[in-house]
């Protein structure tokens, strides 16, 4: 091994240490690595930078922004509001009829504002209609998950291997390219959790339940207590239209193929300070930097890996495991592989490691990329056997007072059943 490959093996190696044992924050710890790199002459100057520019970086800050607009302008409330007088009308099947439509709006926005705010209005429609809680809340989470999974923007995962497959040769994805395997697995996975999840979780259903932990320490999560987050805000109606106008307009633009989604993004993000829907402070406030920071950072680390020829060594390894076998086989390792990751480490650090390696082992194989990125954008999503997988797991693990077993319990075997639905679905619509 180089020097350099050694350096990148050692930094990776303490990056991923340091996520496990989570007492400093991701952002901080992808950043130290990044600073080390940096200082070592692993990459360059130019290269860091490039990584803080990057299309996927512009992308999610500009989105944070339309969002903020969205939820400032009181529109977010406002469907919350709908969507709990319909679930009084309803019962039971309108609280998951409401979680269905929380989960359409999470295949264009981010997750973790949405349960934020869609968390505390499930807990009290549920008690209001003398239901457990803990029934709906671990499903509110996953369904954003997996709905975050249909299209490109729909999780900061899918636009950072985009970015990184692009760094390594490959041709961006559309929009809404990843639909046709993303949307089998959160049709699948919603029946599961519709149908199987209430059953699993009955025995726990218990009165006075309390939170099991404190658990707003985590560092990896950087989310505390749901309920201070959830400010209600009166409905602001002409800005709602307009933010939500351009909102639409950047998705529209950027499936049409007329710029890619960073572009329209950023442009719509623009036009709303241009427009005082946000105010440039306002802008600024909605950009979560812990997240673009933490994917910058993980992303200098990639470049790292691709510069010293680190990836192209672990790709040898993994190819020498797959020697022999079909294609599909190395496709469901490949996905088994970075399903494991994803339950230990951040989504960022998964799709840093294993995108340029699936790049490498489908040219080993003398097939089509497409299908091996496609499963590393699902996998790296699937977390769901565990409460610290995912930033909404960490929401709902504190409010539903869950217990660690719940979340394998009910996730593991989603784990399994949408691994398949992805599998089938990547071999039909991304042939090799």
């Given at each position: ?20 044992w989570d ?36 992308a ?14 009181g ?32 295949c ?5 504002p ?29 369904i954003?998950?997996l ?41 699948v ?39 201070l ?8 109606l ?38 005082r829907?946000i ?12 997240i ?5 950072g993980?992303v200098?680390i ?9 990836a192209?060594?672990?790709?040898r ?11 599909l086989?190395a496709?469901i ?8 990751l ?25 097939v ?21 997988g ?43």
């Open positions: 091994m180089t020097l350099d490959q050694v350096l990148t093996l050692l930094v990776l190696g303490g990056v991923v240490a340091m996520l496990i007492r400093l924050r991701a952002d901080v710890v992808a950043l130290t690595g990044a600073a080390i790199l940096l200082m070592t002459g692993v990459v360059r100057p130019s290269e860091v930078q490039g990584a803080f520019a990057s299309p996927a970086i512009i999610l800050a500009s989105l944070f922004v339309i969002a903020y607009a969205l939820e400032l302008s529109l977010l409330d406002r469907a919350i509001s709908l969507g709990v007088a319909l679930c009084q009308r309803m019962g039971a099947k309108g609280i998951w009829l409401l979680l269905s439509m929380i989960g359409g709006v999470s264009f926005l981010n997750s973790t949405i349960v934020v705010l869609g968390a505390p209005v499930i807990r009290d429609v549920a008690n209001a209609l003398r239901l457990s809680p803990k029934r709906y809340l671990m499903p509110l989470s996953y954003t998950v709905t975050g999974c249909c299209t490109l923007i729909g999780t900061s995962t899918n636009l950072l291997v985009d970015d990184m497959a692009r760094i390594a040769g490959q041709p961006r994805f559309g929009m809404f390219e990843i639909t046709p395997v993303g949307l089998p697995m959160a049709l996975g919603g029946l599961y959790l519709f149908l199987i999840s209430g059953r699993l979780l009955k025995h726990e259903d218990r009165e006075g339940d309390a939170p099991p932990v404190d658990i707003t320490h985590i560092a990896s999560a950087q989310v505390g207590d749901a309920s987050f959830a400010e209600k805000r009166p409905l602001k002409r800005k709602a239209l307009t933010a939500l106008a351009v909102f639409v307009g950047a998705i529209a633009l950027a499936a049409l193929n007329v710029a890619p989604i960073a572009a329209t993004a950023f442009a719509g993000a623009v036009l709303l300070i241009l427009l829907v105010s440039a402070d306002e802008a600024y406030s909605g950009l979560k930097p812990e673009l920071i933490l994917i910058a993980m200098v990639g470049i790292a890996m691709e510069e010293s020829g680190l192209d060594a672990a790709s390894l993994l190819i020498a495991g797959v020697h022999g076998l079909s294609p086989v496709l390792v490949l996905y088994l592989v970075t399903m494991v994803t339950e230990l480490l951040s989504n960022a650090t998964v799709a840093v490691l294993v995108t340029p390696v699936a790049v490498a082992l489908a040219e080993s194989l003398a089509s990329p497409r299908p091996f990125l496609v499963a590393v954008m699902m996998a790296a999503s699937a977390a769901f056997a565990t409460p610290f995912y930033q909404t797991n960490v929401i709902v693990y504190q409010m539903g007072g869950y217990r660690y077993m719940d979340f394998v319990r009910v996730g593991l075997p989603l784990n399994l059943i949408t691994c398949t639905a992805a599998i089938v679905a990547i071999q039909f619509f991304f042939p090799f």
